[in-house]
C-alpha cells in the first residue's frame, strides 16, 4: 500500500538549480584577469579610445571584490535581486574606467563576461 503522504504523490511547485558547480564548472585561467584587461584595451582602441592595461586591470581587481561582498550581502537578503550583465560590467568591472570606455563595454557586457569566465558542462 503507498503512502498518500509520500512526495512522490504531490507534484513540485517549483524546481532550484544550484549553476555553482551543480550544471556548469568554471574553470580559472592563471593569467584571465591579464588576458581580460588586455582584450579591454584592444576593444577600447577599435572605438578610438586609449586607456592604460593596468588602469584596466586594478578596476577588474576592484570590481571583482567588490562583486564577491555584494553577493555575499545580497544572500542575506530575504529577496535577493538578480543583476543584469551590463550591471555586473558598468557597476563592478569597469566601475573605475572613463565614462565614454565605460560605456562601451557596458554596450558589449555579454561578451566582456564570457571572456571572464570559462565554464564547461560537467560530465
Do not use: N
Amino acid at each position: 500500500m503507498s503512502d498518500p503522504h509520500s512526495p512522490l504523490h504531490h507534484a513540485p511547485r517549483a524546481l532550484l538549480l544550484d549553476f555553482g558547480g551543480v550544471v556548469f564548472q568554471t574553470t580559472k585561467r592563471p593569467a584571465g584577469r591579464d588576458d581580460l584587461a588586455a582584450s579591454l584595451v584592444e576593444r577600447a582602441a577599435r572605438a578610438g579610445h586609449v586607456i592604460d592595461r593596468g588602469t584596466v586591470r586594478a578596476s577588474l581587481d576592484a570590481g571583482i571584490t567588490a562583486l564577491g561582498h555584494w553577493k555575499h550581502a545580497s544572500s542575506r537578503r530575504l529577496e535577493p535581486r538578480e543583476m543584469t550583465h551590463r550591471e555586473v560590467v558598468g557597476d563592478f568591472l569597469v566601475a573605475d574606467l572613463p565614462t565614454p570606455v565605460r560605456t562601451l563595454l557596458v554596450a558589449e557586457a555579454g561578451e566582456v563576461l564570457e571572456e571572464l569566465q570559462h565554464d564547461t558542462l560537467r560530465p
